[in-house]
């Protein structure tokens, strides 16, 4: 019995592409498989998992044939269903004497008319912060025949850092409340990155590598995705002993539940990074043309075989078979990015050239191994923006030449900022002709930031038909979710027909929006205010709360024009135009000299036209514009708003949980960015040589952190512990849940090692952080300006030499989870 066999066959449901059920008749589905039982199942499970009785469900499918999901002629549709549906499918729904009647194209597009039922006459939004009803649904209200549809074949999901910042202890009941959101918002092509470190462990070792070399180069399980990108090995770990057969089990669970809702998961390739013994070219081998090479990132050296080779062909070979062994048959689409954040082994175009058609080869030998199709290749566009100044236009161009088209897919990583699509796939341009996903990036590391431009998304998404051939659908890629749902919740709107159609429409949009998240709509269609003026008509955030209309005289409708009162702040500041970045927090700022810690630090994901500096930096990005501060009494009367709704609401009201993690979020922010005032005194003071005063100004800043910590402390997904429990679970022994632990703490702490330049880039406004890590720090750094404020004024190039020992000493005390640190 091979390693593999040993972690067990893959079970029924994990089937190729599409495999919706094993039913007989119904409709073919995109890569085949057929709407029977088992899909009807599928999605009256969705429902029942959301609150809604299954029994009061039917799911039919509609008999009309479904293009391919990249056929190019997709067009928008109108809003009833046509005699030929579009490349993202369509669904209606329909209700009398209590029963909800779903029909659909596929599962996704029926999910997706079941939240979109949910929402108008349940009065409920499906977010990650509010699943389900949370009270029993009883009969369903009666409802017309309505029609949706979606012109985007490919509605993608996650991105390959997700799995660390978000993902990397949940279990399957977390996946599966995941794997119902997808269903709900209309995904269609999910990264499926689970269990990759099993897979690519299975090949080292039938490579002929020890089991303990593969252990430590795989290293720990929240930075494993910087592992399979190549850009880090050997960090963290060991991963506990059955940590392969426990991910694996969970990988194929997840796989078949995507199969099942019709989903087709994007796979990982094999990218060519390989430890120090497998770069040879094997003894005896012949001089190979195309010899290894080494990449960097972030301090870390990889070997990485160039794809032409042979030594890359082989290893290919044995990934996929072990893939398809552990993890099921190939779903024609693969997740491959050798260089990401790095920069190739060498820019001549002939060597990138014979990169990409090695690469492309290795795929689509390893599926006609395996006798399934000709594979698509997913590349992120990431690459050709962050290290732009080597990806010129020729090297761009000679990497892809050799790859057909039709068979690669480019995600443009961070539409919303710096679409990329214009300058890499119009005509003319060097990847010209490409299918391509525009993608919406937005959070970055999960820090805590309350920001997102909704009307320029509408405008975005909106406008992509025009003007760049080959879009093929739409996507979100954030490093991190469950964070900013506004933002997410409009995006996937915007990718069916019902959605906003441009800025002029967002208004009435973000009214529904609020009031459903709250419950405070009413049962019933569109109560509460939906008259379609939406918050234009609202007036200044600062006058009279604007009562809400179609709610009862109970005082209901002083709350509702409060929450959007709050709301039309939100919108104005947060989530105005423009705000296409993250609002930087000063509470993770990494004090290290003795100046402010904001201007140095390097923007996330910006362009660098140079190495990232030396000189470790909390990466929280620059200083920000004037109009955070100003914005931040405003938002605090907002919160006034939101907490009077919270107090008035009955204490099993559904919408009461949702309410209050919003009313926190924003609090959080008005502490956080607060915090700026206190740090200035601190430097100001020190300037002055005002050892007082520094003391003075900490003692500010020390109350409000406490503050911050405290109001973390209330909800547990603000909880170090529950960040940490969560990967202590994992662990069987005391030596593994430590060392899961480590690993926890390390990734939104120091990151990887104090060499590189991410320390805090995963830092979170967390009870257990602010109070244990952050505080230390700030006050530490104010200790050291005050001793030197006692002898004068403290000159900018102070020695930072001893400030730096103690706050390194604070960091790794932190992160080992010694004294101070937060308790599980």
């Not at 290293?219 to 991910?247: E, K, N, Q, V």
């Not at 006798?371 to 962050?386: A, C, D, K, S, T």
């Not at 970045?581 to 810690?597: D, E």
């Not at 919408?655 to 915090?675: M, N, P, S």
Request: charge should be negative.
């Amino acid at each position: 019995m091979t390693r593999a066999e040993g972690l067990g066959s893959h079970g029924a449901g994990t089937g190729g592409a599409g495999t919706a059920g094993s039913g007989g008749g119904g409709i073919a589905l995109p890569g085949g498989g057929s709407a029977g039982a088992a899909w009807a199942e599928a999605v009256r499970g969705v429902a029942a998992r959301a609150g809604i009785d299954p029994g009061r469900v039917t799911v039919e499918a509609l008999p009309v044939a479904v293009p391919d999901a990249t056929a190019p002629d997709a067009t928008v549709p109108n809003a009833t269903v046509p005699d030929r549906a579009p490349a993202g499918g369509a669904a209606d729904y329909g209700a009398a004497h209590g029963h909800l009647t779903l029909r659909a194209t596929d599962p996704v597009a029926a999910s997706v008319a079941l939240g979109r039922y949910a929402r108008r006459y349940l009065g409920v939004r499906f977010t990650w912060r509010r699943p389900t009803l949370g009270r029993p649904s009883g009969p369903l209200p009666d409802a017309p025949r309505t029609a949706l549809s979606s012109p985007h074949g490919i509605r993608y999901h996650l991105n390959v850092v997700t799995f660390g910042y978000s993902t990397p202890f949940w279990g399957w009941e977390r996946w599966e409340r995941e794997l119902d959101w997808m269903a709900l918002h209309g995904i269609t092509h999910p990264l499926a990155l689970v269990a990759h470190e099993a897979v690519l462990a299975e090949t080292f070792r039938r490579s002929g590598l020890p089991e303990a070399v593969v252990a430590e180069w795989i290293g720990g399980a929240a930075h494993l995705p910087w592992t399979f990108m190549g850009g880090m090995h050997s960090f963290g770990g060991p991963l506990p002993a059955r940590w392969p057969h426990r991910r694996v089990d969970l990988a194929r669970r997840i796989l078949a539940r995507m199969h099942e809702l019709g989903m087709t998961p994007v796979l990982p390739g094999f990218g060519g990074h390989v430890p120090p013994a497998l770069a040879g070219a094997g003894a005896g081998a012949p001089p190979d043309r195309y010899p290894p090479g080494e990449i960097e990132w972030q301090g870390w050296r990889t070997p990485l075989l160039h794809p032409a080779s042979p030594r890359f062909q082989e290893l290919h070979a044995v990934f996929g078979q072990v893939q398809r062994e552990l993890l099921g048959p190939g779903t024609g689409y693969y997740a491959v990015d050798p260089y990401i954040e790095s920069v190739p082994p060498s820019g001549d175009p002939e060597h990138l050239r014979a990169a990409g058609r090695g690469t492309y080869r290795a795929l689509a030998a390893a599926a006609r191994a395996a006798g399934e199709p000709e594979p698509v290749w997913v590349l992120q566009g990431w690459p050709f923006h962050y290290k732009g100044a080597f990806w010129t236009s020729a090297r761009t161009a000679a990497y892809l030449r050799d790859v057909p088209a039709d068979r690669s897919l480019v995600l443009d990583l961070w539409g919303e900022h710096v679409p990329l699509h214009e300058a890499l796939l119009a005509d003319g341009a060097p990847i010209a002709g490409r299918p391509w996903v525009w993608c919406a990036l937005h959070n970055f590391g999960g820090r805590p930031a309350l920001f997102g431009d909704l009307a320029g998304l509408v405008r975005d998404v909106t406008n992509l038909p025009d003007g760049v051939p080959h879009l093929r659908g739409v996507g979100l890629a954030p490093e991190a979710i469950e964070n900013n749902e506004v933002f997410y919740e409009l995006a996937t709107d915007l990718a069916w027909d019902d959605g906003p159609r441009s800025p002029a429409e967002l208004d009435g949009w973000l009214e529904r929006f609020v009031l459903r998240r709250y419950g405070l709509g009413g049962h019933g269609p569109d109560r509460a205010g939906f008259d379609g003026d939406g918050l234009g008509r609202l007036g200044s955030d600062d006058g009279p709360a604007r009562p809400g209309r179609g709610v009862s005289g109970d005082g209901s409708d002083d709350l509702v024009g409060m929450a959007l009162r709050a709301w039309h702040t939100f919108f104005s500041t947060l989530y105005g135009p423009g705000r296409t970045r993250s609002v930087p927090t000063p509470v993770i700022a990494r004090p290290w000299t003795a100046g402010l810690p904001f201007p140095a630090q390097r923007s996330a994901g910006e362009s660098l036209a140079a190495p990232a500096p030396a000189t470790p930096s909390s990466d929280v990005d620059a200083e920000n514009d004037p109009a955070v501060g100003a914005a931040l009494p405003r938002l605090a009367r907002a919160a006034g708003d939101l907490r009077t709704v919270l107090d008035a609401l009955p204490a099993d009201d559904p919408g009461r949980d949702t309410l209050a993690a919003d009313l926190a979020d924003v609090t959080a922010h008005v502490l956080a960015q607060g915090t700026r005032t206190h740090v200035r005194g601190i430097l100001a003071a020190a300037r002055a040589g005002d050892p007082a005063g520094v003391r003075s100004h900490m003692a500010r800043l020390r109350a409000d952190l406490l503050e911050l910590d405290d109001l973390a402390a209330a909800r547990p997904e603000t909880r170090v512990a529950t960040w940490v429990d969560a990967a202590r679970a994992w662990g069987d022994t005391d030596a593994e849940r430590t060392a899961m632990e480590r690993e926890a703490r390390s990734l939104v702490s120091v990151w990887g090692g104090q060499h590189n330049g991410l320390h805090d880039y995963s830092g979170r406004h967390w009870h257990g952080l602010v109070r244990d890590l952050y505080l230390p720090r700030w006050q530490a750094w104010a200790d050291w300006l005050a001793g030197l404020a006692a002898t004068g004024p403290v000159p900018p190039d102070a020695d930072p030499a001893a400030l730096r020992r103690r706050i390194v000493a604070i960091e790794e005390a932190w992160r080992a989870g010694g004294p101070g640190a937060a308790g599980r």
